[in-house]
Each structure stands twice: as structure tokens, then as C-alpha cells.
């Protein structure tokens, strides 16, 4: 199956799909009728023009209004007298605000056991991956809106990221979950799938970074603070190539950093950026990194990013980082807000050598408020063919699309009973495919008859955030309560235990509490460097 963008100019719309099994989803305007046509194995994205004296007006009163890119107008008359060719008119139509503010729920994928923590589209676009809580991995035909085929992954616990490798036929998969391990599927001819172990971390493992192209070569960091290398023609397929750390110059009590995500510049792969437990996101070169590296020798990144008013803080930190294709990075803290930093936003190697008043003519970066990101470790990504868009999920339940250039909020969805945690842009058209606490994928594409404004209390929603965000900054623990909490995640602790290695001989709630800064990673050993030591997968908050 084969998933391809046409743009299809006839006296009706979706006239080339027999019409016994189409599903046609029309947009109507003065000028031109939009069509998102799904089925198996095919999607079509169609514009036929029904009037083009009217779409000559209109050209003129919205080059008037410098709105023409939003709309697409300008670029159907160009591309209807031949002055646009099909690749430009695809990209600018595919990322017209005409088609983002029609955006609503197309399906609702069922299958999983539990929270959904992964998707993923293929390259081509046509099948979309999932991992979930209960350690499965699943296939999808999303525009059919059913399930291929799933298969145990061979995890220990949660799943959090799941990859196709490219230019593999979709036959390779590679995840990483809460267990610290980093493992592949290999579908064979037979239907059946083979998973194998590459890996290993000590704590959870939440993002995998592909090489661009490259169906062998994929990144893993985790939460022991270390970036490993794979290659799957090898032998002994995962090599450290550094392990993050705290700048020389910080108070913090910790010197090792935990990391949360990993993305890769698709504009020069040898760089890569990494964020985690502190507020820098750095970039290093792969080219600079000492193979195989056993100290914190290799750890000189090449640029770090930071807002200027989170430098020296101590209570933010990074939970996703995403890369546009202009190498802008798209950044998202822990109860803080979305940045994006221009290359030329970067404050060297070493931040905390620049002066307070070099620090003070920074560029600041374009910034993205109204949701909320505390409860769980939150993805960020862009959206549109040429990266137009912003989206990011919240506390609130709710999906938040703002535009990239200025920061404007123009659509507010419901994509979740209670958190929002993952969102991932189809490759090639306008169609988003989201996941959350609850046991199921969505799927979110330009179907709605009419542009759909921000809902009512839209301000209020945004004001709640912030209230709650800025609550929880002045939160002020007693000892008391901090004991109760550590006391409560340790017999969550100790049950998962209990369930994984039955029969152990666990101490309990009554013994010295030495024990439970130990397993919470309190103590001055980090108790996620433990081989095997990953807890519950749910972090323990409070708001």
C-alpha cells in the first residue's frame, strides 16, 4: 500500500475513487471545495476550483491583507495557470491555516491494554505504530481504521518509544521502555515476529533517535545520564559513545543527568541534541564523541540553549525536543513553557561562563504558552510540510496547535480524558495522530465542514494552567509530608518487586528510612544508575 498527496482538479471533487468505498470529507469555500478522501491503503487531499473569476478577486483583497500563504488561494491560481509546480503546491496547500482550523477527530484506534506512550507513522505514511503500558507493539492500517497485526515486545515493563527503521520494508522495529532495555522486532516472511535484546540502560529509556535514511543506525539516551550509538550490522550493536553531566560550575547535589529525549538535525545528522534534569539543551557533534567512553571526558557539547530567565534554575527541567527542517530546536520544560531557538540563539559550550551582561543582549526565543506540562514526561513536535505549526499536549486533556511564526494559538481540541503526552505529524499530509493515559490512539485529520474557532473558555483553560503552574512553584513540603510521599512510593516500589522477582526478601516500611532515599534516588548514590532499579513508570507529583 502506497500513501500519496494529489491534488485533483475536476468538475467533482473525489471523482477519481469509485464511490461505493470512498469516504469523502468536503470543505467548502466560496472558490474552492477541499476533500480529504481515506481508504485502505490511500489518501488524497483534493481542491477543485468552482469559480475562477472569483478566485482572481480573491487573490487580490488577501494579497491586501498579506494573508495569502495562510489561505492557499494565491497558490491554487498559480498552480491552476501553471505558474506552481506540483511539489511547491502540495507543501503550501498541506500547510494552509484553511486546513488546520478545519482539524477535527477522524478515528479512534483500539487495541491496547494500556496508556498508549508511542506512535509513530512510516516513511510512507500509510501504517502507524504503537507502544503501549502493556508491552505490546502495535500495527495499524489508520485510514482503514483498523489493527494489522501486534506482537509481545519482549519488554519488562512500559513501553515508551517505538521506531521503523527506514528502508526496511516496515520489518524492523527498535523500542525502549521503563525496563532500561533497548530492543528489535524483525517481522519475517511467516507473519511472526523475532525480538531480540541490543541494549541496556540503568533507568527508564524514553526516546530513540533515528539516523535520517539510515535503516541501521539509531541513538538511545536514558535516565543514567548516557548516549549510546547502534548499529545494527554489528555484532555488539550498542556502544556509549558520552555520558551527560552537570556543568563543572553548578551547585547541584547530583552530578549525573538524567536524560529524557534525543533528537537528531536532519539537515547535518552528525549533530544531535539532547535535554533531561536540568535547563540546557545541548547539542553535540558525533564526530567530537570518544567511542566506547567510560568518563566524562567526551562530554563538551558544541552549543547549548537555554532561555535567558531559566539560566541557573533549579526547579525546571526538559522533557521533549524536537527539530524542525531548518534546524530551528523546539523546546519543552517541566511546568515552564515551548521555545524555539534559532542556531544563532546558542550560548557556546559552557553557558555559564558567558557574562551577565552578554547574557542580557541574547536574542530571546519565540515561546508558546496555554498548556500545561507536570504530570508526565510530554512530547512536543511541529506540524505542516514546511513546519508551520506548533503542537504539544497538556494536564488539561486538551491539544494545543499554535502557529510557529508569532506564537498565536489557533486550535484548542480535546485529545484525552486527562493528559495528552504524545503527538506525531503524518509525514507527508495535514493529519496528526495522538495518544495519552487512556488505552487508545487518535487520529486527527482536516475533515470539518466549516473553520472551527477556539472553543469558549479557551481563555479560562490557559489561565488554569498558568494558575496551577505557578501554585506548584510555591509549594512549600513539610517534612512530614515529604516522609509520607517517600513512604508511599516505596511500597509501590517494593510491590513492583514483588511482582518481578516473587519471593524476594524485601525489607519493609518499618525498617531503617535510609532505604527509602535509597530506592527514590535521594541518598547520594542515584538510585536509577542501579542495574535493574527503574520503579514505578508513573513519577510520584504534587500539585
Not at 505 to 526: F, I, P, R, T
Amino acid at each position: 500500500m502506497v500513501l500519496y498527496l494529489l491534488f485533483i482538479y475536476a468538475s467533482a471533487a473525489g471523482s477519481t475513487l469509485p464511490a461505493g468505498n470512498r469516504r469523502d470529507h468536503r470543505i467548502d469555500s466560496p472558490c474552492v471545495t477541499w476533500g480529504l478522501q481515506l481508504r485502505s491503503g490511500e489518501t488524497r487531499l483534493s481542491a477543485t476550483v468552482s469559480n475562477r473569476s472569483k478566485i482572481v478577486s480573491e487573490i487580490g483583497k488577501m494579497e491586501a491583507r498579506s494573508t495569502v500563504s495562510r489561505s492557499g488561494f494565491s497558490e491554487l491560481w498559480r498552480r491552476e495557470i501553471g505558474l506552481s509546480q506540483p511539489r511547491r503546491f502540495s507543501y503550501r496547500i498541506g500547510g494552509s491555516e484553511a486546513l488546520v482550523k478545519r482539524i477535527e477527530r477522524y478515528a479512534k484506534l483500539d487495541g491496547h491494554g494500556g496508556c498508549v506512550n508511542s506512535v509513530q507513522f512510516n516513511f510512507s505514511g500509510d501504517l502507524l505504530v504503537s507502544g503501549s503500558d502493556d508491552r505490546q507493539v502495535i500495527f495499524w492500517n489508520w485510514a482503514a481504521k483498523t489493527k494489522k497485526f501486534s506482537y509481545s515486545s519482549g519488554h519488562l515493563d512500559n513501553i515508551f518509544q517505538t521506531r521503523i527503521m527506514p528502508f526496511t520494508d516496515d520489518r524492523t522495529i527498535v523500542t525502549s521502555a521503563a525496563d532500561g532495555q533497548v530492543r528489535m522486532g524483525q517481522v519475517l516472511e511467516n507473519g511472526k515476529v523475532d525480538t531480540k535484546h541490543l541494549g541496556k540502560h540503568r533507568g527508564r529509556i524514553y526516546k530513540l533517535a533515528v539516523e535520517p535514511g539510515s535503516p541501521h543506525i539509531f541513538y538511545s539516551c536514558g535516565e543514567d545520564g548516557l548516549i549510546q550509538h547502534f548499529d545494527l550490522r554489528s555484532n555488539c550493536a550498542a556502544t556509549k559513545i558520552l555520558s551527560c553531566s552537570q556543568f563543572p560550575q553548578t551547585n547541584k547535589t547530583h552530578r549525573s543527568l538524567r536524560l529524557n529525549s534525543i533528537v537528531i538535525d536532519p539537515r547535518n545528522p552528525n549533530y544531535f541534541a539532547v535535554g533531561g534534569s536540568n535547563e540546557y539543551a545541548r547539542v553535540y557533534d558525533i564526530r567530537n564523541c570518544q567511542w566506547d567512553s567510560s568518563s566524562n571526558a567526551a562530554d563538551r557539547p558544541v552549543n547549548t540553549f537555554c532561555p535567558r530567565h531559566l539560566v541557573n534554575s533549579e526547579n525546571v527541567h526538559i522533557t521533549a525536543l524536537a527539530y524542525s527542517n531548518k534546524s530551528e530546536l523546539l523546546v519543552s520544560y517541566n511546568d515552564e513553557l515551548v521555545y524555539l531557538f534559532q542556531k544563532n540563539m546558542g550560548m557556546g559550550p559552557n553557558p555559564l561562563s558567558i557574562p551577565a551582561e552578554d547574557l542580557e543582549k541574547m536574542d530571546e526565543p519565540q515561546v508558546y504558552k496555554g498548556h500545561r506540562n507536570s504530570q508526565t514526561v510530554k512530547g512536543v513536535s511541529f506540524f505542516g510540510p514546511n513546519d508551520e505549526y506548533v503542537v504539544s499536549g497538556s494536564d488539561c486533556g486538551h491539544i494545543f496547535i499554535w502557529r510557529k511564526k508569532g506564537g498565536e494559538l489557533l486550535r484548542l481540541m480535546v485529545g484525552d480524558r486527562h493528559i495528552v503526552n504524545h503527538l506525531e505529524p503524518h509525514p507527508h499530509v495535514p493529519v496528526l495522530a495522538t495518544s495519552g493515559l487512556e488505552k487508545n490512539v487518535k487520529l486527527w485529520a482536516p475533515i470539518a465542514k466549516d473553520s472551527i474557532p477556539l472553543p469558549g473558555n479557551a481563555a479560562e483553560i490557559m489561565e488554569s494552567n498558568r494558575q496551577s503552574r505557578e501554585d506548584r512553584s510555591r509549594i512549600t513540603l513539610t517534612p512530614d509530608v515529604i516522609m509520607h510521599v517517600l513512604r508511599l512510593q516505596r511500597r509501590q516500589t517494593l510491590a513492583y518487586f514483588e511482582r518481578r522477582f516473587p519471593g524476594a526478601d524485601l525489607e519493609s516500611d518499618e525498617e531503617d528510612e535510609g532505604g527509602v532515599a535509597y530506592v527514590l534516588g535521594l541518598s547520594d548514590g542515584d538510585a536509577s544508575s542501579e542495574e535493574g532499579i527503574t520503579g514505578n513508570s508513573r513519577e510520584c507529583n504534587i500539585s
